[in-house]
């Protein structure tokens, strides 16, 4: 079965500073794989999603872009944090033969 | 464009009872799945129910099941003797059936079960 890890769980930032959450998946080939973001009590906001390595979708002009530099790995970056990049981060994947999707634990980031 | 509608943003019942959440969605596509998944506190996301739009038969898992109209584009989700830990953020969800198309999901309805 699929198994996703995503790390941190946690992370404070200052205001300016870099970012790269990291998201691997295990269990699966060529899967899908999506960044989410959730404010807190709201909905999930599709941010990107891939569907093959170095294809990128980016549904939100914003801040922050992601990479696939493997078929099982997905990151999410920024050069420059703003306030509004606080949130709960989701990394999800649907794999070969899957439509439902399975998501990683979360990042809740805060940006100070 | 896809959409995927929960008009209630929030809702609160007694243990045991039973609730109804509801779900529509907007599509032009004839073959799709729509998907409830469950937030808990912990915000894990967990799927509930699965729903092929080819069959007929509602899906049931347990005391969750769902109430599918195709025509009406309606997907309810039925939770019977509710428990305290059903208490969560509940999202109704859509693709189609292409795997390389996103899912759609809804703004979510946030589920009390009061002891």
């Known amino acids: 079965s699929q198994t996703i890890h995503q790390w941190p769980a946690t992370l404070v930032q200052p205001v300016g500073s870099p970012l790269s959450l990291e998201c691997t998946v295990e269990?699966?080939?060529?899967?899908?794989l999506y960044w989410y973001r959730q404010a807190a009590g709201r909905g999930l906001q599709l941010l990107f999603y891939s569907v093959g390595i170095g294809q990128i979708s980016s549904e939100v002009p914003q801040n922050l872009s992601a990479s696939r530099p493997q078929d099982r790995q997905f990151i999410l970056s920024s050069k420059k944090l703003l306030l509004s990049d606080s949130g709960f981060y989701l990394c999800?994947?649907?794999?070969?033969?899957?439509?439902?999707?399975?998501f990683g634990n979360g990042t809740r980031l805060t940006v100070t | 464009a896809q959409t995927v509608t929960q008009s209630q943003p929030e809702m609160s019942v007694q243990e045991a009872e039973t609730v109804t959440l509801s779900c529509t969605y907007d599509t032009s596509e004839n073959n799709y799945y729509l998907f409830w998944y469950k937030q808990p506190p912990s915000r894990q996301m967990i799927l509930v129910i699965r729903?092929?739009?080819?069959?007929?038969q509602n899906a049931t898992e347990n005391r969750f099941s769902v109430n599918f109209q195709k025509a009406a584009k309606s997907f309810s989700l039925k939770i019977s003797d509710s428990q305290l830990g059903d208490t969560a953020m509940y999202f109704c969800a859509f693709t189609p059936m292409n795997r390389d198309d996103k899912i759609i999901f809804g703004k979510g309805t946030r589920l009390h079960i009061l002891p």
């Open positions: 729903q092929e739009a080819y069959k007929q």
């Open positions: 999800a994947c649907n794999g070969q033969g899957t439509t439902s999707l399975h």
């Open positions: 269990g699966t080939s060529n899967p899908n």
